[in-house]
Antibody, heavy 124, light 108 residues
Framework: QVQLQQSGPGLVKPSQTLSLTCSIS??????????WNWLRQSPSRGLEWLGR?????????DCAVSVKGRIIIKPDTSKNQVSLQLSSVTPEDTAVYYC??????????????WGQGTLVTVSS | EIVVTQSPGTLSLSPGERATLSCRAS???????LAWYQQKPGQAPRLLIY???SRATGIPDRFSGGGSGTDFTLTINRLEPEDFAVYYC??????????FGQGTKVEI
């Protein structure tokens, strides 16, 4: 059974970088059958997909247009983790952030395992 | 990008009753790639239904999904106290971005 354990600060100052880590157990970040996503949830934006990384003979990543240019999602194969960095944050980035596993092929967007969520507040 | 819209926003019911939640897609899609998630306060969403009607591991059979084309439903038979939550539908496929409906709250 897959477990995703998130860690990282819950308070970030405006213009700084939000950084979160997701530790994976029960699966491999390098799996050819999984995709590692970050989503967030806020009252104003609902559930929002932010981006993903996955391995299919090489590493791939892509992201939502809304955060393009500010987001980095990286695997750490030595620790079996995936990380999220979101730069130049504003109060509009205040949300609960989730690390989420997706499948392969047509189930890439099917989210079957979720981290516990991290409330990140952007405030000075 | 297919957008899904849920109705109603809130459903007020009693334990033992049946809940019927609706999800409408902006266009028809093949493969039945429609999922439902349950979210309780302070918790992450949990996958309930995928492929329109297949229950995820450990989901009781009082939860059922159906539909086709652009109209889909989640039915919860004989509501249990632990079923009062927010439910989201989502069209999924192999290509992002993926979006969710705005949610239906099932309340007592």
């Amino acid at each position: 059974q897959v477990q995703l354990q998130q860690s990282g600060p819950g308070l970030v100052k405006p213009s700084q970088t939000l950084s979160l880590t997701c530790s994976i157990s029960g699966d491999s970040v390098s799996s050819n059958n999984a995709i590692w996503n970050w989503l967030r949830q806020s009252p104003s934006r609902g559930l929002e997909w932010l981006g993903r990384t996955y391995h299919r003979s090489r590493w791939y990543d892509d992201c939502a247009v809304s955060v393009k240019g500010r987001i980095i999602i990286k695997p750490d194969t030595s620790k079996n983790q995936v990380s999220l960095q979101l730069s130049s944050v504003t109060p509009e980035d205040t949300a609960v952030y989730y690390c989420v596993r997706g499948g392969a092929g047509t189930t890439a967007g099917l989210f079957d395992s979720w981290g516990q969520g991290t409330l990140v507040t952007v405030s000075s | 990008e297919i957008v899904v819209t849920q109705s109603p926003g809130t459903l007020s019911l009693s334990p033992g009753e049946r809940a019927t939640l609706s999800c409408r897609a902006s266009q028809a899609f093949g493969g039945g790639y429609l999922a439902w998630y349950q979210q309780k306060p302070g918790q992450a969403p949990r996958l309930l239904i995928y492929g329109t009607s297949s229950r995820a591991t450990g989901i009781p059979d009082r939860f059922s999904g159906g539909g086709s084309g652009t109209d889909f439903t989640l039915t919860i038979n004989r509501l249990e106290p632990e079923d009062f939550a927010v439910y989201y539908c989502q069209h999924y496929d192999d290509s992002p971005p993926w979006t969710f409906g705005q949610g239906t709250k099932v309340e007592i």
